[in-house]
């Protein structure tokens, strides 16, 4: 479907808030309204498939039950990639996922998930919530009749798994990994042959030769895949993708339909949902690395600093291309790049100076 065709189906959506089912939306029931939400994540998926669910259970106990969403996973109702379609013209009343599969859309949608070499999910956060991004992103998602939010964050990710080492930035020639976003076009730059998979076929793309390599999110997340059974090493940093943050988008519509109250609910819970899922995975990756490590013999290997000083060198050409885009995506990566250089200010003061503190050898 191209941006015609978006913005039609979501100008019916935003007018009439019709499913292609002729139903309207949200439905009613005693005066409770149901939402349906649809995700980019396998079924039951730790992590991401549980906070989508947790989300959706946050919702309905904070509005004391008027207020219902039913999840379904990647695959139940659309595929994973086409849950921003989904929502867009009206099958589903929301969706949970990654901006940046909908980069067909608008390469601007990047920034508003993860950019390589780019800001943490904190400083992400602070971008949206304090630096003004978030009137950019309504702006970008207003003409498919969404309206976005950040709803959940892994942190840093992992660079990927690999069946061969990395040694030289010419050892990802030729190399087929599954990588979406930024960091797709970057490892096409160097040579690599990108793949989109959701999340749910990367183990048997690697099991079965299709791929060579993927990244997905990191140890917890990683773990729940069995991706260290069809992977030899385990490589970091995620460059691609250093602070991942997911959102909510919600149909226009539908958005629009709902009370003060219902939508200060939903931003409440979307809120809540972004701190919580980041403490999370800061929490349980790792005890996930050690079981992957310990139990399973992962070689877990460091990207070569060579290699990283040419993926960045290629990540500032790869993301300036980007902005020539459209003036839409300009816009963002200007706004985007002007934040970065201030947070990297203060990150170098702050927090990379206490990390590096933090490793000094003495006894604690």
Known sequence: MDRREFLSASAAAATGGLSLDGLSRPALANGAKTLTMVTTWPKDYVGLGESASRLAARVRTMSGGRLSITVYAAGELVPAFEAFEAVANGTADLYHGAETYWESRSSAFNFFCAVPFGLTAIETSAWIHHGGAQALWDALSAPYGIKPMLASATGVQMGGWFNKEIKRVEDFKGLRMRIPGLGARILKEVGAVPVALPGSQIHDALRDGAIDAAEWIGPWSDLALDLQKVARY??????????????????????RGLSDQERAIIEAACGAEHAFSLAEYNARNGDALHTLVTNHGVQLRAFPTQVLLELGKTAGRVVRAAAADSPETRRIYDHYTAFRRKALTWAQLSDQAFWNARSLPFEY
Do not use: D, K, M
């Open 234 to 255: 385990y490589y970091y940093p995620g460059f691609h993708e250093p602070g991942t943050s997911l959102a909510v988008g919600i149909n226009l519509g539908v958005w």
